[in-house]
Structure formats: C-alpha cells, structure tokens
C-alpha cells in the first residue's frame, strides 16, 4: 500500500498562498506611497503660503 | 524636506532582490515533501512574515521604552511604524497558515492555542491603532501607545512558546513538536537553505519598509507642525 503513496496535488493551495502575500504587502506599499504623496503636497503647500508672507 | 538617502534607496534594491530571491528558492529549489505536497512550501513565507510581525511588535515594545524614558516624538513615530508594519504581516502570515491547513487538517481555522493566540495578538494591535487614533493630544496618544505596546508585547513571546507549552496540533519545525501535532516535517539542507534565507529576506524588508514608514512619520508631524502655526497665524 504504501509503495504507491506519491504526493498529494496542493500547488493550487501553494499559488493562493503566494498571491495573498504577494496582494496584502503590494497594497501596504501602495498604501505607503499614496500617503507619502499626500503628505508630500501638503507639506510643500503649507511652505509656499510660509514663504509667500 | 530631506531627499531619500542613498542608502535607503540600496536597502530599497537588496529587499527587492532578496524577496525574488526567496520565491525563486521556494518555487524552484526546495524539494516537494512528499506527504503535504506543494502547499508545504507556503511554510517558507508563514514563518517568515510571522517573524516580521514579532519583529516589529518587539522593536514597538522598545521604542515605548525609549519613548518613556526620553520623551521624543521619534520614538512614538518608531513604534507605530513598527506597529503598522507587523499588523499587516502578521496578518499575512494567518491568512498563510489558514491556507496551508486548509488541505492538511482539513480546516481553515481550528482554536488552536497557537492560532487562537496569534488571533488575540493581532487584534492586540489592531486595538492599538484604533485607540491611537482616538487620542488628539499628541503628548498623550504617544504616552498612552509606549504603555499599550509594552503591555500589549507580552502577548508575543505567549504566542511564541504556546507550541511548545501547550497541547496543540500546530506543528513544530525547530524543536521537539508536541504529539498531537499535524503537518510536522524533517528539513533537508536545501530546505534549511530556503528556510533561513526567507528569514534574512524578510528582516531586511523589514528594516526598509520601517525607514520608509518613519521618514512618512516625521513627513507628518511637519506637516501637522506647519499646519498649526498656520492655523494660529490666521487667528
């Protein structure tokens, strides 16, 4: 019986896993850059009205 | 605002290429195991991005001492940082291991001691964030995240060790398992290869996206500085 033991077929499982990593840490770093952007042009806004006084 | 240092912009490339790297080796090099199959292989990243999320619940629990004991606005930057990081790999590495017990236990999810506890450490800090967010004052919302993250880091080493405590089904790679865990296997040399390189990987990924997350910190606490003085200049 156990001779004819081979692995199971879980590449699919393998792939899901990959992709959710690959999305949950892909949309972090979105997340980051979005909010670096954000902060960037209020920060240059709030030194124009600065140095336009 | 100061430009991106140079080095960050190399730590940006070595993680870069050290994460390809890491897949590469999980993909291509380490062997199948012959019981679970390919979703053994999820097991590289599992641990990995859990390792990220006690990374950086530790060095949160740090920064609230240096926070507590020297009072600059840094240190609170450094631990919600490291906070926000862990959270999302954290939770990156249950989805991870709901996928791997998927067709080896049979389950997505089991109230495991060790799936039951890192469930309570991510809503541990996912708690945090939210309270944070709660507190305008900034002296006191910094205050109040140095006490909570350094109440809220013994939860880490509970879950840590809860697999080598407890009766669980979780298994144990490095160490003796307990008997009733399921999905345990022995690492070949080129599976410890796979395995620590992941681990070297994910660290210095760590280490970027955590000096990308301060410098964003500090981006807003000028801007929230400027913003004041604007607002006083105007009243």
């Not at chain 2, 606005?73 to 862990?86: F, L, M, N, T, Y």
């Not at chain 2, 590495?93 to 089991?110: D, H």
Request: glycine share 6%.
């Amino acid at each position: 019986m156990f001779s004819t033991l081979f692995a199971p077929d879980t590449g699919e499982y393998l792939i899901a896993g990959y992709i959710v990593v690959t999305l949950v840490v892909g949309l972090y770093i979105t997340s980051l850059v979005i909010r670096w952007k954000n902060a960037l042009q209020a920060f240059r806004l709030y030194t124009q009205e600065f140095d336009g006084e | 605002m100061r430009s991106k240092p140079r080095l960050l912009i190399a730590l940006d490339i070595l993680s870069a290429v050290m994460i390809l790297t890491a897949a590469g080796l999980v993909f291509f090099y380490a062997p199948v195991e012959k019981l679970m199959g390919a979703v053994q292989k999820v097991f590289y990243f599992h641990v990995a991005t859990a390792w990220v999320g006690m990374l950086g619940f530790s060095a949160a629990a740090l920064a609230g001492v240096f926070y507590l004991r020297e009072g600059k606005e840094r240190w609170d930057i450094v631990g919600v940082s490291a906070v926000e990081i862990s959270l999302v790999f954290f939770l990156a590495a249950i989805v991870l291991g709901s996928i791997w017990a998927r067709p080896i236990w049979n389950t997505w999810w089991t109230w495991d001691p060790r799936l039951t506890t890192a469930a309570i450490v991510e809503l541990i800090y996912g708690a945090y964030m939210l309270l944070r967010s709660g507190v305008d004052d900034p002296d006191r919302r910094a205050r109040f995240s140095a006490v909570y993250a350094l109440f809220g880091f013994i939860s880490v080493p509970l879950t840590f060790i809860s697999i080598r405590l407890l009766r669980t089904i979780h298994p144990v790679v490095i160490g003796s398992a307990e008997a009733a865990s399921q999905g345990g296997f022995n690492m070949d040399a080129s599976m410890q290869i796979t395995f620590f390189f992941s681990l070297a990987a994910f660290s210095i990924f760590f280490a970027d996206l955590l000096w990308h997350r301060i410098r964003l910190g500090e981006l807003n606490s000028a801007v929230e500085t400027l913003r004041v003085e604007t607002n006083q200049e105007g009243i």
